[in-house]
Every structure is written in C-alpha cells, then in structure tokens.
C-alpha cells in the first residue's frame, strides 16, 4: 500500500457504473500484467492508468508517460527504446527511451492503437520477452516494465482489419478495463460540477462557491457531454470565470464558449455545379446522349463562374472562341461575357 505522500489520483463519482470500475482497477492492480484501458475522450484514461501503477507493487518506482499518436513512427521508436549515437541523423550521442526510464516501473501508453506495424512489433517482443535493443544498437537489453495501453478505438475490429498485431492483442489484453462514460453515470454529474466549480472558485481567489440554481443544474445533467469529464470540467470552469455575481448561486452555464451574436455565419456549401452532378439520364443514340452530356457540362461552367465566359472557358481548359462554339451550337445564350 503506498504512503499517503504517493500521488494517488483523486477520482470522483459514487454511480453504480464508477463504482464497479472502481474496484476493477484495485483487483487488477495487484496482476502485475499488461492492462489495456479503453474509453471515449475525456473520461479519465490516464488517470486510471496512474491508479493503477499506485495501487501495485510498483507504486515506489517510476510512472513514465507516452502520447503513441504525438510522434512520427521514425520519433516514436526511438522514443520507446532508445538509439545509440549514430543511429540516424542527428542522433550524436545515446537517448535513454522509456523503457529504460520505466525500468521496475509502469509505461503508460496512450493512443497505442496508432502505432506502427514496425513498432508494435518491438513492442512485442518487449512485452512477451521483456527484451529490446535501441535503434542502431545490436545490444540485447532485458527490462521489467509492466505495460498499460490505454485508447479509446477498438482494437479487437482493427485486428480482426490486419491495422494491429493480434498476438500484441493477445498480450496487451490480460485484462481490459473500460471507462464508463460520463451520461452513463449521470448521478455523478453534479458531484463534479461542484467539485470543478470548488476549485476554480479557489484559484479566483474566492473564499466560497455558493452553489448552483436549479436551472444551472437541469442544463448541466441534460447536456448529452460527448466529451465527457474534461467536457464538464471546462464548462463549468468557464461559467464560473464568467459569473459576474460570485456571491449568488451560479445561474448560467456556457457550455459552447463560440457562442455570440457576432458569430460568422458557416460558410454556405455552394449547390453542386450541373458540370459536377451526375448527368441526366437521356435515351437515345450516342451522339444523342454525348451531346447532352456536353450540353450540361456546358451549363455546370456558366453557372459556376456565374456566366463569365472568359472564366468558363478557363475553367474548362478551352479557349474563348471554343467555348463561344460550344455555346452556339447547344444554342445556350451568348449575350454574356
């Protein structure tokens, strides 16, 4: 159990769904297996993760973190293992990776379904053999690091479409641990909204939160929170920063900062050119129909360069007097320029 001056992760909810996964974090904890933590953005993988090192028996050594996704596939590997000096361009002396940094440790890695074929395999070997060599190196080096992968895409699909190993599945997967989401513990809702609206009331420098009204309660417990908890934490935070009567129960939520008046307008998705749509379906022989199809490709263009020949002309790599032709022929007015 480690001392109360370990960084144990503060994770806030009483649901039924928070609660169950709550224990299932202390009861994998003490595997001392891989662990793959599987949730929507925003529901507290990471923190999960850290929970899960703090409660094992490796809660004294090192929690190193990786973002899998923040780094190119060349970046990433070394990263992971290390390189020696040499080993590319601009590699003029050794780099200790992760797994060496996490050595007796645990190695975080978030967004691990966005590794590479090439770095899954290394990954592997790591995990299966607790064995790797850095890049440009021939030294076998052995490490007990133990692995909890965290994404929010699901893996088993992209093994079953050849985008991830299988047999890292396999071992990554000794036990799987999914995130609720936050509208699946609704209950937990205002917990954490008092609990965020607490806290950025202490960072403003004020001696209290008074609370929330009703209504300010009824929009935060409706609002769907695709993005889950850090969603609602940023929601609530901004409403909060935004009050202009701390004293008084907060009243308004701002749950989309883009909101104003002076807002612009989306940008309106022009209609289809007729030249881009698909062509009519016209009976006939073949020059019959070619010559509807040229005819409306024809009008696509006018339309599009909104009847400047010059442009349409252009457009269709034509020249003028080609495209005043085309025009007279299919009997399309030429009065324009």
């Known amino acids: 159990m480690p001392p109360a001056s370990a960084s144990l992760p503060s994770l806030i909810g009483q649901s039924p769904a928070f609660l169950a996964m709550l224990d299932e974090v202390s ?26 090192h ?13 973002n899998c996704a923040a780094l190119a596939e060349s970046l990433l590997e070394s990263e992971l293992f290390g390189h020696e000096a040499g080993a590319f361009t601009g590699a003029v002396k050794r780099h200790v990776g992760r797994f060496e ?8 890695l978030d967004e691990i379904a966005t590794c590479s074929p090439a770095v899954q395999e290394k990954l ?18 052995a490490c007990d690091v133990r692995v909890i992968g965290a994404t929010n895409a699901d893996l088993p699909a992209l093994a079953a479409a050849g985008k991830f190993r299988a047999d890292l599945l396999d071992r990554l997967a000794f036990e799987v641990i999914t995130l609720p989401p ?26 209290w939160f008074p609370g ?12 769907p929170w695709p993005g889950n908890v850090r969603e609602l934490r940023n929601a609530v935070e901004r409403s909060v920063g935004r009050t202009t009567k701390p ?31 698909p062509a009519p379906e016209v009976s006939g022989d073949f020059e019959t129909r070619v010559a509807a199809f040229e005819r409306t490709v024809l009008e696509g ?17 034509l020249g003028y007097h080609q495209l005043r032709r085309l025009l007279a022929k299919h009997q399309l007015g030429t009065e324009r320029t």
Request: hydrophobic fraction near 45%.
């Open 27 to 52: 009861r994998v904890a003490a595997l001392d297996r891989p662990v793959l933590v599987i949730g929507e953005r925003g529901t507290g993988k990471e923190l999960v993760a850290a929970r899960l």
């Open 54 to 66: 703090f409660l094992s028996r490796r809660w004294d050594r090192p929690l190193v973190k990786l």
């Open 101 to 108: 940094l996490a050595q007796d440790g645990s190695l975080f």
């Open 124 to 141: 592997l070997r790591a995990v299966e053999y607790g064995e790797f060599e850095r890049v440009g190196g021939s030294q076998t080096l």
């Open 182 to 207: 936050l509208r699946a513990r609704p209950e937990d809702i205002p917990v954490l909204a008092e609990h965020f609206a607490m806290t950025m009331s202490r960072q403003l420098g004020r001696s």
């Open 212 to 223: 929330f009204t009703a209504a300010a309660l009824a929009c935060l417990t409706r609002h």
């Open 247 to 277: 004293e008084a129960p907060l009243s308004e939520i701002t749950l989309d900062p883009f909101a104003s008046p002076y807002r612009p307008a989306p940008t309106p998705r022009s209609a289809t050119p007729a030249s881009m749509a």
């Open 301 to 317: 263009a006018l339309e599009a360069a909104r009847f400047n020949q010059k442009q349409a002309a252009t457009a269709l790599g």
